[in-house]
């Protein structure tokens, strides 16, 4: 029998390690989050159109949605920390580059480079913390490891609004490209997980591309992130067109609003299940968008800010804690890859439609059909929960 030492240290989330990769996922977070509002401005400023910029968007959800299904195969086979450092790379060569092309094509190139770079990376990192968190305190470890990307997009997004004002584009990604070379180095530094530790470890088959236990949480979240394309890509369009200033207020009141449903959302998922959070977090996050496509005032678009951190806060740690629980030992990483294809794949979607839906109807009308999406995740979720499809997560 353990001791009370033995056992808390059993349960403990807080390590060396755990500091170090929450450290890391922040500073590329940050890198990639000042670049998500000022993009669109920088195409826009070459000259592309709205379609444009969902393209651009959406070819970057892709190319990390095509190729996180190799960098799952990769965490088992290759190891945690040559995925990781590999997609930090990629990441940092592409987005420093973007300030200095003038072509649509080529910018193109780089956003595939990036979404290879973001899809390796993040799949690993996600993997690495699953890795460092007591199973028994998974929802709230991911919770704490969420607060990092949190904390970047409290931030990334106004800094990077507020830098473009002030710096040159080339100056504004090589600064962004910079904070991904400090998590690089972070990176460096980290004591990985073993590949051959999993002593049932199962062959891969050939078109391997998905972990089935993964596939319910994977379906809400790709019906809630189907949201994202349309506040990334046209919001601070869609503000400007309202004449609303002060966008950078709806990005920090949504991270803030993140941040506080971090604490707390997880210790609910893994003290009562996903019942008692799932639920509360969609419907907040449909309000938000309801709110978005009247959007009358600042007012209306800091409360939507708000509701949408705290319904998403709320929703998306448990939607990953159950993605993961239920995959075998060896099968953790395609699990996080499964899980975060269907993020990439909802914002591409999303970006991709919104583009076309802007360019023939306006911005208002993206937020309506974001609201049906998100009232979708409900509805399959109730479906999930009523025909017992709900699997009780491991203890």
Not at 95 to 106: D, R
Not at 364 to 388: K, Q
């Amino acid at each position: 029998m353990k001791s009370n030492a033995e056992s808390f240290n059993d349960n403990k989330i807080f390590s060396k390690d755990f500091a170090f990769i929450w450290i890391a996922n922040f500073f590329i977070f940050l890198g990639f989050q000042m670049t998500l509002p000022t993009l669109p401005i920088f195409i826009n400023e070459l000259g592309g159109s709205d379609q444009i910029i969902g393209i651009i968007v959406g070819i970057f959800t892709f190319s990390a949605l095509l190729f996180r299904p190799y960098a799952g195969h990769a965490l088992e086979t290759k190891g945690r920390g040559a995925v990781y450092l590999f997609g930090l790379v990629l990441f940092v060569i592409s987005v420093g580059t973007f300030g200095f092309i003038t072509g649509m094509a080529l910018l193109i190139v780089m956003r595939i480079i990036q979404g290879i770079g973001w899809g390796f990376s993040t799949t690993a990192s996600g993997t690495i913390a699953t890795d460092l968190i007591p199973p028994k305190r998974r929802g709230e470890g991911m919770g704490y490891f969420g607060l990092s990307g949190n904390m970047a997009l409290a931030i990334g997004p106004a800094l990077g609004l507020t830098l473009a004002g002030v710096l040159s584009f080339p100056q504004l990604f090589l600064l962004c490209a910079g904070l991904g070379l400090i998590a690089f180095l972070l990176a460096l530094n980290i004591k990985y997980k073993k590949v051959d530790e999993s002593p049932h470890k199962t062959k891969i088959a050939r078109f391997d591309v998905i972990e089935k236990t993964a596939i319910n949480p994977s379906i809400l979240l790709f019906f809630i992130t189907l949201t994202f394309g349309g506040i990334a890509s046209f919001l601070p369009l869609y503000a400007a067109e309202k004449d609303i200033g002060g966008i950078q207020l709806y990005f920090i009141f949504y991270a803030l609003f993140l941040m506080l449903s971090r604490i707390f959302a997880g210790k609910i998922y893994d003290k009562k299940g996903d019942l008692f959070v799932i639920p509360p977090g969609t419907i907040l996050i449909f309000i938000a968008m309801l709110l978005l496509s009247w959007l009358p005032n600042m007012t209306t678009l800091i409360i939507a800010g708000s509701l949408y951190g705290l319904g998403f806060g709320t929703v998306q740690p448990a939607l990953q804690a159950w993605a993961v629980d239920k995959a075998p030992q060896d099968r953790k990483g395609m699990a996080n890859a499964t899980f975060f294809s269907f993020f990439d794949l909802g914002v591409g979607i999303g970006a991709m439609i919104f583009g076309q839906l802007a360019f023939m109807y306006g911005y208002g009308i993206i937020y309506l059909v974001s609201a049906g999406s998100v009232f979708l995740a409900f509805v399959y979720y109730l479906f999930i929960v009523l025909s017992g499809r709900r699997q009780i997560r491991s203890m």
